[in-house]
């Protein structure tokens, strides 16, 4: 028999479709029963209550509802899986459609009724179990989870701060069937404090006046703030964000000089400021276990708490006053903000950070004025 040799680029290409075409034949809706299983089916999603008691399906202009007695399982085309499982429901057995979030060596399933939600999990050969919270918050469930997940040292932590979500014990569950070692994405509130340096900047609107005159440096400050960061999508990233207190003086001196060095006049700028400063920041951490980089970037915005001066004071040779220049400082200021640091575990919850950050503030009312840079070294904890 002649064989028939394809070309290497075709045949790639043949089998590249093959595998699209497989992926697209599992990517649809169906129904399965202890003997056969529907493709194609069109399934409605009437949200977790409704799905948990009845799979609903459209026929022509029909629906048609199925019970956890008539089918063992369902999926959606987004991957949504319900299965058919005995719980107990107020004392006794019932079966229901419990939506499957994670599958492997350890299974967790999601059911929820007027109640509210509840979370189950399971070994393969062993019975479901319920993860109970009670309605004052208890944390029962992480006793449960400890004792489920001891033969994993690994997880020990993420058990000790998961709390009772989808997301959060999904990924507890994940990293458990895979015995991985990792920091566990949540939510922390903590305290910063540190020194802020910032300075004044004018805008290029500003390059003949005599505000150019001065040699803008940066003014040290104490800052305090309270911050609170949120995981995204449980991943590396999170949501930062931060309240700071801050309080800065400012005092600048310059010569006028023309001609033949000639001193014309002097100026001078005297000025403390109050404020309010929010950063709101995307955050990733790289997901070493004890020491752990990040970068932040975001925006900030401000609000001026006292301003005790907004003049450029001008003085003649004899450093008598002549008048006064209005001058308007960031207030209330909006701008970027961007940094880096390191995060330190010191146990399965708290953490310290040490935080460099560095940013500018632009006048929200006159854009053209003065521009504030802002920048800092924070420390940090949360608890």
């Known amino acids: 028999m002649k064989h028939i040799h394809l070309p290497k680029n075709l045949a790639?290409?043949?089998?590249?479709?093959?595998?699209?075409?497989?992926?697209?034949?599992q990517s649809v809706n169906y129904i399965a029963t202890d003997t056969a299983t529907t493709m194609g089916v069109r399934l409605m999603n009437e949200g977790a209550r409704l799905n948990a008691q009845f799979c609903h399906v459209l026929v022509g202009k029909d629906t048609v509802r199925y019970s956890p007695h008539q089918i063992k399982e369902y999926g959606f085309i987004n991957g949504q899986i319900y299965v058919s499982r005995e719980i107990i429901v107020k004392g006794s057995p019932k079966k229901v459609f419990l939506e499957q979030l994670v599958a492997g060596k350890a299974s967790l399933y999601y059911y929820e009724d007027s109640y509210g939600p509840v979370f189950f999990i399971e070994k393969k050969g062993q019975s479901l179990i319920e993860l109970v919270?009670?309605?004052l918050?208890?944390?029962?469930?992480?006793?449960?989870?400890?004792?489920?997940?001891?033969?994993?040292?690994?997880?020990?932590?993420?058990?000790?701060v998961v709390s009772y979500t989808k997301s959060s014990l999904s990924t507890l569950i994940q990293r458990y069937n895979n015995c991985e070692l990792k920091p566990f994405p949540m939510k922390k509130f903590g305290l910063h404090a540190g020194v802020g340096a910032s300075r004044l900047s004018p805008s290029s609107a500003q390059e003949d006046m005599l505000i150019n005159l001065f040699d803008f440096r940066y003014d040290k400050s104490f800052v305090l703030g309270a911050f609170m960061s949120f995981p995204i999508a449980q991943s590396d990233f999170s949501a930062f964000a931060e309240l700071m207190f801050q309080k800065t003086s400012y005092s600048y001196e310059a010569k006028d000089i023309i001609g033949g060095n000639v001193v014309?006049?002097?100026?001078?700028?005297?000025?403390?400021?109050?404020?309010?400063?929010l950063p709101v920041m995307a955050r990733y951490t790289y997901p070493s276990n004890r020491i752990r980089p990040y970068v932040n970037v975001g925006l900030q915005v401000s609000y001026t708490l006292n301003n005790t001066n907004s003049f450029i004071e001008r003085k003649n040779t004899s450093h008598n006053p002549l008048h006064a220049l209005p001058v308007t400082i960031p207030s209330p200021g909006f701008g970027h903000v961007w940094g880096a640091?390191?995060?330190?575990r010191l146990d399965h919850r708290r953490h310290v950070f040490v935080d460099f950050r560095s940013g500018q503030l632009y006048n929200v009312k006159k854009f053209d004025d003065l521009r504030e840079m802002t920048s800092g070294v924070f420390l940090g904890i949360n608890f």
């Open 12 to 25: 790639l290409l043949l089998l590249a479709c093959f595998i699209a075409s497989a992926a697209a034949a």
């Open 264 to 277: 014309a006049q002097y100026i001078e700028f005297n000025n403390t400021k109050t404020m309010l400063l």
């Open 133 to 135: 919270q009670t309605s």
């Open 137 to 160: 918050g208890s944390s029962r469930f992480r006793a449960q989870l400890a004792e489920f997940t001891s033969d994993c040292k690994q997880v020990e932590d993420a058990v000790r």
């Open 341 to 344: 640091g390191l995060e330190i």
